[in-house]
């Protein structure tokens, strides 16, 4: 009889991810560290992921279980594309559709007192408008406009909601974004200033390389001596 393997606690973890709409589509955007408990292990890792031509993910919390994750949304994805092919279904599935289902996957894996250890964000475009919603290793789900995990729902969601404006746009989005990533830099010891953006707009998903974010630390006392 094999043990029973569960997630009693995270190992390998990513702290926030920030999402935000703006006129033509949403923007996600998360850093690139994977924290070893207290180490600052893994300094390249991708949190935000396709899933379908128009929708992505992007996970806070244990990395292993968002590789599970994303595996578990590729398959249906395979499984709805075979279904579609045999005239059974009209078309791959919709963000809405994805984020619903993934809300049933954690809450059902919660009930085996096996959860994924994350909080997930689904943000896609379908049916001429964007769509975007959190759900947590309880399966709560919800929608918003603005949304943040990890540090992020302390440091950068009251941020984000003193700057959003309904239709903004792109570039205001991608400045509001920036300055809450700064702040979550100074502030949250398991970040990096290594950043990926991710676009989703009518014309499909747009996943940048890393960009580094520019931080002036020479307003530090210490850098003189007064501390």
Request: neutral net charge.
């Amino acid at each position: 009889m094999q043990p029973k393997k569960k997630t009693l606690r995270p190992i390998v973890t990513g702290s926030s991810v920030l999402g935000i709409k703006y006129k033509d589509g949403v923007i996600l955007a998360s850093d690139t560290l994977g924290s070893y408990g207290s180490l600052a292990r893994f300094r390249d890792i991708r949190r935000i992921v396709p899933i379908t031509k128009h929708t992505v993910i992007g996970g806070t919390g244990e990395f292993s279980d968002f590789q599970e994750i994303t595996k578990i949304l590729r398959q249906k994805i395979i499984e709805n594309q075979e279904l579609v092919e045999s005239g059974k279904e009209e078309d791959e599935l919709l963000p809405s559709e994805i984020h619903s289902y993934l809300s049933r996957v954690l809450y059902g894996r919660r009930n085996k007192f096996n959860p994924l250890w994350n909080d997930v964000v689904v943000a896609g475009f379908e049916k001429g408008k964007v769509h975007m919603g959190t759900v947590d290793l309880w399966g709560s789900y919800f929608e918003d406009d603005i949304i943040a995990t990890g540090y992020g729902t302390y440091f950068a969601l009251p941020l984000m909601r003193k700057a959003y404006k309904k239709d903004m746009e792109r570039d205001k989005a991608l400045e509001v974004l920036r300055d809450c990533l700064t702040v979550l830099f100074y502030r949250d010891c398991r970040t990096i200033n290594r950043y990926v953006f991710a676009e989703i707009t009518k014309e499909g998903v747009n996943i940048t390389e890393p960009v580094e974010i520019e931080t002036k630390w020479e307003i530090a006392d210490w850098q003189e001596g007064k501390l």
